[in-house]
Nanobody, 124 residues
Framework: VQFVESGGGLVQAGGSLRLSCAPSGSTFNSAAVGWFRQAPGKEREWVSEISSGSSGSTYYADSVKGRFTISRDNAKSTVYLQMDSLKPEDTAVYYC?????????????????WGQGTQVTVSL
């Protein structure tokens, strides 16, 4: 299975975007779904994660805490990333990925089923 991201675009600083992430295949094992981003010339960094279990626990990188909100719609098998108060430094390609087993939140090596990414550009 592979995830498909959508919802990126160009927005002015202070604006909002909502990204969506949905699996393209059928059933798969999932402990959590995470969002990552990669800016030009930088390494891919973890942004947020939501657990796939009943708790729906959420986690955020300090750089986005209070501005981004991750959520899920189980009926649509879709995970969202609501991004508010966007800053130019949020400009990056955003990816979602699956973490199939319980482990370390944000450890990029524990994620699979990466999507192709969606570009988010925040202008001044």
């Amino acid at each position: 299975v592979q995830f498909v991201e959508s919802g990126g675009g160009l927005v002015q600083a202070g604006g909002s975007l909502r990204l969506s992430c949905a699996p393209s295949g059928s059933t798969f094992n999932s402990a959590a779904v995470g969002w990552f981003r990669q800016a030009p010339g930088k390494e891919r960094e973890w942004v947020s994660e939501i657990s796939s279990g009943s708790s729906g626990s959420t986690y955020y990188a300090d750089s986005v805490k209070g501005r981004f909100t991750i959520s899920r719609d189980n009926a649509k098998s879709t995970v969202y990333l609501q991004m508010d108060s966007l800053k130019p430094e949020d400009t990056a390609v955003y990816y979602c990925a699956n973490r199939p087993w319980p482990g370390v939140v944000g450890d990029i090596n524990e994620y699979d089923s990466w999507g192709q990414g969606t570009q988010v550009t925040v202008s001044l």
